[in-house]
């Protein structure tokens, strides 16, 4: 190969590697990033609500416990007044928003379920609820058509 194919070949890799870089960050959009810390910090206190032998020093306290509940509460109202991006326009998009909108105010008050839980020290019930939020976000996604990560 001669010198000017090589650079050709680079710079059309190279091209198209910032190209499908920069795609794959524009598919995750503002609301996307708020679900992944929610769902990030979701997975955080259910390890503090089941701590192991291992992880027993570690675990949070109730105090700090109460804190992140706070923290995700806030975190669910946030993203419930947001609204999902248009995926094209018309009726398709109107539901997609009915059904967001449906799902999201018995979320909010599952996450407020389980910030009374926390704050009464009732762990085990606490630890029921984050099973029912996981199934109400897998059941959220597969009404909304998102695939998980």
């Known amino acids: 190969m001669t010198l000017p194919t090589l650079r050709l070949l680079l710079a059309l890799t190279l091209?198209?590697?910032?190209?499908?870089?920069?795609?794959?960050?524009?598919?995750?959009?503002?609301?996307?990033?708020?679900?992944?810390?929610l769902n990030r910090d979701l997975r955080t206190l259910k390890r503090s609500l089941t701590p192991s032998a291992a992880t027993a020093a570690a675990s949070?306290?109730?105090?700090?416990?109460?804190?992140?509940?706070?923290?995700?509460?806030?975190?669910?109202?946030?993203l419930a007044a947001m609204k999902p991006s248009a995926k094209g326009g018309g009726p398709a998009d109107v539901e997609r928003l009915a059904t967001y909108e449906k799902r999201m105010q018995p979320l909010v008050?599952?996450?407020?379920?389980?910030?009374?839980?926390?704050?009464?020290?009732?762990?085990?019930?606490?630890?029921?609820?984050?099973?029912?939020?996981?199934?109400?976000?897998?059941?959220?996604?597969?009404?909304?058509?998102?695939?998980?990560?």
């Open 109 to 149: 008050e599952k996450f407020a379920e389980l910030r009374a839980a926390i704050a009464a020290e009732e762990t085990n019930k606490a630890q029921e609820i984050v099973k029912a939020l996981n199934k109400m976000k897998e059941e959220g996604h597969e009404a909304m058509g998102v695939e998980e990560d």
């Open 60 to 78: 949070a306290t109730p105090k700090e416990q109460l804190a992140l509940a706070d923290k995700l509460l806030a975190q669910v109202k946030e």
């Open 15 to 37: 091209g198209f590697s910032l190209t499908a870089h920069a795609h794959g960050e524009a598919e995750h959009s503002p609301m996307h990033d708020k679900m992944e810390a």
